[in-house]
């Protein structure tokens, strides 16, 4: 059975690391990261865990891993409570070292952000039910497949969409691949519809893709934008992303 990673952050905007270290804690954030590293070394796809054996038998453990903990969709329009378990279950299993690291560095760069603004209860159900929503969102466009789901990006995506829309304003340093990585510094309003937009495109050439559903990370940023605006229209988004950015030009910003 063929597997789904939900992320090609590569190509999107870059590497992005974030230098500054917030003055409020992020315990959902950091949280999350940590179970997905170890979910990740405990199981079969780390190649680390020795139960699992090597070789032959190893891929079968991954198959048999990512079938049983990611999302199939033609399994989860049938209503099966088991089936419906895995939308959660699929956001803490990757594929790949670089579909982990890829995950976890974008949910270090902007979850934090997020996760002050939002508050830490709030920000957890936001992060699991928009990634749940992006996974169902995939899964009803492509209900006769087979494939496997796995990965965060969804829920990630929808992160990075709730920060747009709550910090337009934060700079942030990214290394363009066409542009020999060269380092540069742009608003969070000009990259991330950059990603959206070669979401989109690639979204757009359907099974051409590196097997990446591209469309769970479209449904995840639209899901968080527009949470975002109906939670905080008129709630002094200005004022409080004036003053994260001015913190974050003290403290060197988001790098």
């Not at 079969?44 to 079938?67: C, I, K």
């Not at 902007?110 to 169902?136: D, T």
């Not at 591209?214 to 940023?221: I, Q, S």
Request: charge should be positive; include cysteine.
């Amino acid at each position: 059975m063929i597997w789904h990673m939900i992320d090609n952050w590569g190509t999107a905007a870059g590497r992005t690391v974030r230098s500054a270290v917030r003055n409020q804690p992020a315990p959902v954030t950091y949280g999350l990261i940590v179970l997905c590293c170890v979910a990740f070394l405990l199981s079969p796809a780390s190649g680390f865990n020795p139960v699992y054996g090597t070789g032959d038998r190893l891929l079968a453990a991954q198959s048999d891993y990512f079938a049983r903990w990611g999302v199939i969709p033609s399994q989860l329009l049938t209503g099966s409570p088991r089936a419906a378990l895995t939308t959660v279950t699929a956001l803490f299993v990757h594929g790949s070292w670089l579909h982990l690291l890829g995950n976890m560095l974008f949910l270090y760069v902007f979850g934090a952000m997020v996760e002050e603004r939002m508050g830490h209860l709030q920000f957890a159900l936001f992060y699991l039910l928009s990634g749940c929503v992006a996974l169902l969102g995939y899964a009803i466009a492509h209900a006769g497949s087979e494939q496997t789901l796995v990965g965060a990006s969804g829920a990630i995506s929808a992160v990075l969409g709730a920060f747009l829309y709550l910090f337009p304003g934060a700079r942030v340093t990214s290394l363009f691949p066409f542009l020999f990585f060269l380092p540069l510094r742009f608003p969070a309003w000009v990259v991330l519809p950059f990603w959206v937009a070669l979401q989109w495109a690639a979204a757009g050439q359907g099974s051409q893709g590196p097997g990446v559903a591209y469309l769970a990370h479209l449904v995840g940023f639209s899901v968080g934008f527009l949470y975002a605006w109906v939670r905080y229209r008129g709630k002094g988004r200005g004022a409080r992303s004036a003053s994260a950015q001015g913190r974050g030009r003290e403290t060197g910003g988001l790098e």
